[in-house]
């Protein structure tokens, strides 16, 4: 079945960038997903890339999307303490309405 | 746009009694998804729906566990009788199989359920 894997934990400081990684397993994979979740609260859509992309920028969001090694990154540029979250990747094939969720990476902003 | 909305917030119950979550989603959103998030098992999906109909439920753990969605606003999920081990966050999302979004999940705010 699909899988969605990230490392579990990530600790950069206040204005430095973030990469945020996460492999797949599913060749089929037409749309990825960056979620970020604050403590508490629900998962909030940050971004998305469509497989034919290599880069999506949004802000000081930038997606990467190495479709031969099924690898997408996010980067969070100057990072802030209000980035400090649980960011999830997510996959979906075209034609098909399940999204396969990573375990989450908790980024932890050291002011 | 309200955005989904579930309720109630939180609720803590003991183990056998009846739970109902409820779910509203994004009017205009044909798709509804219901997630549980824990610790040890992160985020699951448990059921979706497309326009009201269950498309997908391999998720639901046990037969404790139901889902009905009776109009295209307002979905429920039922645990009959409730266990400790059901204590997690339930989300609710929803998404359109149309417009420039289309297929995009959007997520509630959650149901913390805590089962003594």
């Known amino acids: 079945g699909e899988d969605v894997e990230q490392s579990l934990f990530l600790s950069v400081r206040e204005g430095d960038s973030s990469v945020i990684n996460c492999t797949y397993t599913d060749s089929s994979s037409t749309y990825l997903y960056w979620y970020k979740q604050e403590p508490g609260a629900g998962l909030q859509l940050l971004t998305y890339i469509f497989s034919n992309m290599d880069m999506k920028q949004d802000q000081r969001l930038t997606v990467l999307l190495n479709k031969k090694d099924k690898h997408l990154s996010l980067r969070i540029a100057d990072t802030q303490t209000g980035d400090s979250a649980i960011y999830f990747c997510?996959?979906?094939?075209?034609?098909?309405?399940?999204?396969?969720f990573g375990t989450g990476t908790k980024l932890q902003v050291i002011p | 746009d309200a955005g989904v909305i579930q309720s109630p917030r939180h609720e803590v119950t003991e183990m056998g009694q009846e739970v109902t979550l409820r779910c509203k989603p994004i009017s205009g959103h044909n798709s509804l998804f219901w997630y549980r998030q824990t610790m040890m098992r992160g985020l699951e999906l448990l059921i979706y729906f497309n326009n009201n109909v269950p498309i997908d439920d391999s998720g639901m753990p046990e037969d404790r566990f139901s889902a009905k969605m009776p109009n295209a606003s307002f979905s429920t999920l039922k645990i009959q009788p409730s266990e400790p081990r059901d204590s997690a966050v339930y989300f609710c999302?929803?998404?359109?199989?149309?417009?420039?979004?289309?297929?995009?999940?959007?997520f509630g705010p959650g149901t913390r359920l805590l089962v003594l």
């Open positions: 997510a996959e979906r094939p075209g034609g098909y309405q399940k999204v396969t």
């Open positions: 999302a929803s998404s359109s199989t149309s417009g420039r979004y289309q297929e995009t999940q959007y």
